[in-house]
């Protein structure tokens, strides 16, 4: 159970209700998951899910690369909502499905796209070690050049931000999802 109950939308400040809206009409499709705790702090909120709305949609990164970041840190920090509301646009967005299953059981992909390896070194090693060897960072360069290791960083960050979000206040996928990690 969550320890935070959603905002109610009715009961929303204008300036929260005007929030709401810009989320609920953004390529997100709706007000759910972080959103429902961020709501509680609209101007918050708003700085939040306008960064979001760039790193997520609108980075050098295709949704395959993007969600193959998001993917490893939610599994880092065994956030499920996180992992339940990105796994389904790692699919969409082509990233294999034993690729998303090594990283749901910490593993270390086989067979991965030299893009793909480049971001998993670089993910991995900043979520794991709180640092990047000089070696994957240059290889993360190499693949992405410096606006994609600039974005790659901040998108990382975000879903850190997100994830620890989602934890702090217990947001948990729909009831009846089946356990996500073991």
Excluded at 4 to 22: C, F, H, I, N, T
Excluded at 86 to 94: L, N, R, S, V, Y
Aim: with cysteine.
């Amino acid at each position: 159970m969550s320890r935070m109950q959603p905002v109610d939308p009715a009961a929303l400040s204008p300036e929260g209700r005007a929030v709401y809206d810009k989320i609920a009409n953004s390529p997100r499709g709706g007000v759910r998951g972080p959103f429902l705790a961020l709501l509680h702090v609209p101007e918050m909120c708003d700085r939040l899910q306008h960064l979001g709305a760039y790193l997520r949609y609108d980075t050098t990164f295709d949704s395959r690369l993007s969600e193959m970041a998001i993917l490893i840190v939610a599994r880092r920090f065994n956030c499920p909502y996180e992992w339940f509301a990105h796994e389904p646009h790692a699919i969409k967005g082509g990233l294999a499905q034993p690729v998303i299953e090594a990283i749901r059981e910490r593993r270390r992909p086989d067979g991965m796209k030299a893009d793909e390896t480049a971001l998993y070194d670089f993910a991995s090693e900043l979520v794991i070690n709180n640092s990047i060897s000089d070696t994957t960072y240059q290889r993360a360069l190499d693949a992405f050049g410096k606006r994609g290791v600039v974005e790659l960083a901040g998108l990382i960050g975000y879903y850190m931000m997100v994830a620890m979000t989602l934890v702090a206040h217990d947001l948990q996928p729909p009831a009846g999802t089946p356990p996500l990690f073991k």
